[in-house]
């Protein structure tokens, strides 16, 4: 069946820096990729998504490319900010016909806390 | 920005009691989503819908159940509600018209405490 891997957390950054967090997947076919951010206390809200490889997908400075070779959609910022603070979620879902079409499968989610 | 409700925000109750947590869209979403969020904040899904009158078990084995009457509303009940039940509960909308609406919009969530 589908899976996601996220990176060990928590992550920990001082303003501006570099962030990156490893999301690789398992998954039949073409799947569509996403990133979902959690505020505290607040529901998800989707950050960025790709639906075919090599599609870049940004937002808010965030980026991710699907890379089908490396079955990978990594996360990354070039400067994050304190307001990054969050929980971050990779995510996909099965490709239009399959048994799992329209249903996501999540990562285990990453802790990011960004100190000023 | 979507618009899909969740109440109560928080809910506290004791062991026994019977809940109802509400879920609704105004998108004319067709499709619609439970999920339950952990302590260790992974998300499982629980319930879903396709459609009125239509609902399916999810990944996850869950002692709730949900009804699908009205489009705009996915209410999720819990008969006899235990400690095991306390979670966060997450409910979500996305449309199968269109292309490639691959998109899930979530609402603020429930979190529920069963002492």
């Known amino acids: 069946g589908n899976s996601v891997t996220q990176m060990e957390g928590p992550v920990t950054l001082s303003e501006e820096a570099f962030l990156t967090i490893n999301c690789t997947y398992t998954?039949?076919?073409?799947?569509?990729l996403f990133w979902y951010v959690q505020y505290p206390g607040e529901g998800l809200q989707l950050l960025l998504k790709?639906?075919?490889?090599?599609d870049k997908g940004s937002n808010k400075g965030f980026e991710a490319t699907y890379r089908k070779e490396t079955t990978s959609f990594h996360l990354e910022k070039g400067s994050v900010q304190v307001s990054d603070s969050a929980v971050y979620f990779c995510?996909?879902?099965?490709?239009?016909?399959?048994?799992?079409?329209?249903?996501?499968?999540f990562g285990q989610g990453t802790i990011l806390t960004v100190h000023p | 920005e979507a618009d899909i409700y969740q109440t109560p925000r928080y809910l506290v109750i004791g062991t026994g009691k019977k809940i109802t947590l509400e879920c609704s869209q105004t998108m004319g979403h067709d499709k619609m989503y439970w999920y339950q969020q952990d302590p260790g904040m992974e998300l499982h899904l629980i319930h879903y819908s396709y459609g009125v009158n239509s609902t399916e078990k999810g990944d996850l084995s869950s002692e709730s159940t949900v009804s699908r009457i009205r489009t705009e509303h996915f209410p999720l009940t819990l008969e006899s509600a235990r400690p095991s039940h306390t979670s966060q509960y997450l409910c979500a909308s996305k449309s199968s018209a269109g292309l490639r609406t691959d998109t899930q919009y979530f609402g603020p969530g429930t979190r529920l405490t069963v002492l």
């Open positions: 790709a639906t075919k490889a090599d």
């Open positions: 998954a039949t076919g073409y799947p569509s």
């Open positions: 995510a996909l879902s099965g490709q239009a016909g399959g048994t799992s079409y329209g249903k996501l499968t």
